[in-house]
């Protein structure tokens, strides 16, 4: 089936410094990833839509500026929290669009920012 | 635009049966469904596109009515493993991103 992962699983940064979350998908070709954010409890927020050599287009609201996307080959995307603050502290979570002309979403395993 | 689920929550003892409903004020081509363990990323469990159509494997399926933006997913003889918190998602056009819903809570007890 189809793979996601995401590396890191967990990451504790200080406040000011940034830090990048990779998401890969193993065994398929990923044009399209999607970046969710997901409070405790809460519905996962999509962040932005990731397409590999172009731009990432994101969702009203979220700072291009802060949340920075790089959709470089089929097969990774990153998302790098520059300056984190602790209200940045959340569970990130990517997909990828499964292979060929599937509809579904794979999910990575997520990663949790715990921003100190 | 959000979907709307209902119900938020609900507790099944096993061997019940669940009724989850999610519905959009939007026009859809399809709506997905996920069920997300604790700690966990969502899992797929199946997708339905516009054409209303039904589908099932085992003792979970699903339904969809695109002339009322709604569907529902139905969880029969219920197992432990079935209790998590259950996402609709929904697209309004071909390969659009997903929107999802606020989740129904699902817990099975003995």
């Known amino acids: 089936g189809a793979v996601v992962s995401q590396h890191p699983s967990w990451v504790i940064c200080k406040s000011g410094t940034s830090v990048k979350i990779e998401c890969r998908s193993l065994?398929?070709?990923?044009?399209?990833m999607f970046w969710y954010r997901q409070f405790p409890k809460q519905s996962l927020m999509l962040m932005a839509t990731?397409?590999?050599?172009?731009?990432?287009?994101?969702e009203q609201g979220v700072e291009k500026d802060k949340f920075l996307i790089n959709h470089a080959s089929l097969t990774l995307s990153t998302l790098t929290v520059t300056s984190a603050h602790p209200e940045d502290s959340s569970f990130y979570i990517c997909?990828?669009?499964?292979?060929?002309?599937?509809?579904?979403?794979?999910f990575g395993p997520g990663t949790r920012l715990t921003v100190t | 635009q959000q979907p709307v689920q209902s119900p938020q929550a609900v507790i099944l003892r096993e061997g019940e049966d669940a009724v989850i409903n999610c519905s959009s004020s939007?026009?859809?081509?399809?709506v997905h469904w996920y069920r997300q363990k604790h700690g966990e990323a969502p899992v797929f469990l199946m997708i339905?596109?516009?054409?209303?159509e039904q589908k099932g494997h085992e003792k979970i399926s699903a339904s969809f009515n695109e002339k009322k933006q709604q569907s529902s997913l139905y969880l029969t003889a219920s197992q432990l493993s079935y209790s998590g918190t259950y996402f609709c998602?929904?697209?309004?056009?071909?390969?659009?991103?997903?929107?999802f819903g606020p989740g129904t809570s699902l817990s099975v007890i003995p």
């Open positions: 065994d398929f070709q990923a044009t399209t």
């Open positions: 939007k026009a859809l081509y399809s």
């Open positions: 990731s397409n590999e050599g172009s731009k990432a287009t994101y």
């Open positions: 997909s990828a669009r499964g292979p060929g002309t599937t509809y579904e979403q794979y």
């Open positions: 998602g929904t697209e309004k056009t071909s390969y659009d991103k997903v929107i």
């Open positions: 339905l596109l516009k054409g209303g």
